[in-house]
T-cell receptor, first 117, second 114 residues
Framework: DVKVTQSSRYLVKRTGEKVFLECVQD?????MFWYRQDPGLGLRLIYFSYDVKMKEKGDIPEGYSVSREKKERFSLILESASTNQTSMYLC????????????????FGPGTRLTVT | AQTVTQSQPEMSVQEAETVTLSCTYDTSESDYYLFWYKQPPSRQMILVIR??????QNATENRFSVNFQKAAKSFSLKISDSQLGDAAMYFC???????????FGTGTRLTIIP
């Protein structure tokens, strides 16, 4: 079974702190994704990575950065946390490289509920 | 830009009955994929069913089936013989051919009434 794990289920940080959210997958997937989930807005893509050290912006990258130094690990970084970044953060991974393998499933982690006060 | 609309924020159904969740999407593309994902309370999101746009036949997975109407850009999910374990948030999602990005709807919270 594919396993995607996230470093924390719940996190409370103060405004202005630097926050690291980590995601690890154990299936050698090339693609990894970070989403935020807010009530009434669904899931919105922040960043994704299709290979080590490669990244692409999603729909809402402002205020976030990412790091992928190893294939199995994808980190989301909030350089200076703000209250409007209070949300549920979901990581996902998916197999596949180039070409369209669009029917491949994205596997999600359990999520990190981040509260910024 | 592609958009996915789920017009039913909440639905409820009696156990053992059938329920249909609605999803519409907007795209100018002809090649794409559609998905329904399930997010149970405090549990991980999982894929329920997928549909390739080039396939005319509606996808089916056990008690879950879809009604894919390409011309109408509609992709509804039918759950037959509803069970208590079906209670969850359900998200409809769209993916364009050749693009990594999944676009999600806002979700429908399904409650199962015993």
């Amino acid at each position: 079974d594919v396993k995607v794990t996230q470093s924390s289920r719940y996190l409370v940080k103060r405004t202005g702190e630097k926050v690291f959210l980590e995601c690890v997958q154990d299936m050698d997937h090339e693609n990894m994704f970070w989403y935020r989930q807010d009530p009434g807005l669904g899931l919105r893509l922040i960043y994704f990575s299709y290979d080590v050290k490669m990244k692409e912006k999603g729909d809402i990258p402002e205020g976030y950065s990412v790091s992928r130094e190893k294939k199995e690990r994808f980190s989301l970084i909030l350089e200076s946390a703000s209250t409007n970044q209070t949300s549920m953060y979901l990581c996902a991974s998916r197999a596949g490289t180039s070409g369209d393998i669009g029917s491949y499933e994205q596997y999600f982690g359990p999520g990190t509920r981040l509260t910024v006060t | 830009a592609q958009t996915v609309t789920q017009s039913q924020p909440e639905m409820s159904v009696q156990e053992a009955e059938t329920v249909t969740l609605s999803c519409t999407y907007d795209t100018s593309e002809s090649d794409y994929y559609l998905f329904w994902y399930k997010q149970p309370p405090s549990r991980q999101m999982i894929l329920v069913i997928r549909q390739e746009a080039y396939k005319q036949q509606n996808a089916t997975e056990n008690r879950f089936s879809v009604n894919f109407q390409k011309a109408a850009k509609s992709f509804s999910l039918k759950i037959s013989d509803s069970q208590l374990g079906d209670a969850a948030m359900y998200f409809c999602a769209y993916k364009r051919f050749g693009n990594e990005k999944l676009t999600f709807g806002t979700g429908t919270r399904l409650t199962i009434i015993p």
